[in-house]
Nanobody, 120 residues
Framework: EVQLVESGGGAVQPGGSLRLSCAAS????????MSWVRQAPGKGLEWVSV????????NYAMSVLGRFTISRDNAKNVTYLEMNSLKPEDTAVYYC?????????????WGQGTQVTVSS
């Protein structure tokens, strides 16, 4: 069974930083692209970023480009999301998601999520 467990969320002031982690198990981690998606209060899911299976290619939503950085450690089965210059509109539950192939922004499995709140 594929399991994705997110951590690292919390409350931060505007302009602050957070680093999210996603620990994966039950899959051949290095065979799949991984994504981060988020859901703001009262809104639908928004794709945030994707990294290919080898960690060599990334892509970002325009809303986070230049502020967020996705990375992965295939030896540890972990995906990261470094978030800088956070804004109140970044407030959301952030989910780690497994893509169905090596380079795909779609996703077929996701975790329970971690809350990020940006407020002064």
């Amino acid at each position: 069974e594929v399991q994705l467990v997110e951590s690292g969320g919390g409350a931060v002031q505007p302009g602050g930083s957070l680093r999210l982690s996603c620990a994966a198990s039950g899959l051949a981690f290095s065979s799949y692209a991984m994504s981060w998606v988020r859901q703001a209060p009262g809104k639908g899911l928004e794709w945030v970023s994707v990294i290919n299976n080898e960690g060599r290619s990334t892509n970002y939503a325009m809303s986070v480009l230049g502020r967020f950085t996705i990375s992965r450690d295939n030896a540890k089965n972990v995906t990261y999301l470094e978030m800088n210059s956070l804004k109140p509109e970044d407030t959301a539950v952030y989910y780690c998601a497994k893509s169905p192939s090596t380079w795909d922004s779609r996703y077929d499995v996701w975790g329970q999520g971690t809350q990020v709140t940006v407020s002064s």
